[in-house]
């Protein structure tokens, strides 16, 4: 028995096994195999309607931590003429959570054979999955901008996804649009509007973060903090055990016109990129509050270029 057919069995076989995500987990350990083999198995499983149907959530996750192998079959497989519906979600998902950039004509095929938002060009009411506009984000093509514009102005469509595939895309027409919206936003979508705008890196959009502090009673303001130092390079001192209204209150009245200080520069660090260490007064999270890891780009933009 060669070693390629060594490890089809042994992956099937783990598979098969009572506790699957176990036995996936061990037959991955960096002193068994080399990930390409079991990447060309994987594909080779997937590939078959048997196995596929059988296997599929657990092969999209194991593609997951095969690295650039794996990178390399998702792209195979996402190309595969008459993909259904719900495989092309997985890998999809698959392929953001790695980070990957699709090829733009590949994605376009996708958003053709998906339900359009409003402003679309399918015309079947809906919007598209999550994971397509994710994946349109880290495509690294601005052609996408436009679509992705258009959910902004949907409720019920992934806005909070579509803003910062826009900053993900560096689209600076879309900032207005975006820090318009802040008002009209809450909860993670206020985060991802907020977000984007700093990933945009569009100063255009310092005066509507300061309006959004000063008309908004919103407690959670960190985000909006961070992408103000981001954005002007000015980092006004803070509180550095405020927490909740009394944290809120600070960073409105440092923010607050005339009441803007520069924080002194550590060595080695600059305004635009504060310190995050235990030390950093104006960029540190107040006790109780979301950290910003939580809702920021899951990957950067693409591999070509992480992520969400």
Known sequence: MGDHDTVRVRLRAALCADDPWT?????????????????????????????HTA????LTWFLRSLGEPGDAVLLRLLAMPGLAGDDGKDLLRTAVLRGLRLPAELLRTYVQDAPASSGGNAGTGGSPAPELVDAMGLSGDPSFAPLLGALLEDSAAPRGRAALALGRLGARAWTAPIAGRLSEVTGLDHTAFTVA???????????????????SAEERVYDVHHALVRL?????????????????AAVRAAWADGRIERAPQRCG????????????????????????????????PGRAGTGA
């Open 23 to 51: 036995a996936l987990y061990a037959l991955h350990s960096p002193n068994t195999d080399r990930p390409g083999p079991l990447a060309e198995a994987v594909e080779e499983l997937y590939r078959s309607e048997t196995d």
């Open 55 to 58: 296997f599929r959530p657990y």
């Open 197 to 215: 705008l700093e990933l945009m890196g569009d100063p255009a959009a310092v005066p509507h973060l300061l309006r959004w502090l000063a008309e």
């Open 232 to 248: 002007t390079g000015r980092d006004p001192l803070l509180p550095e055990r405020a927490s909740g209204a009394a944290y809120a």
């Open 269 to 300: 660090t600059s305004l635009s990129s504060p310190a995050r260490g235990p030390g950093s007064l104006s960029t540190k999270a107040p006790a109780g509050s979301a950290s910003p890891s939580t809702h920021r780009r899951p990957a950067p």
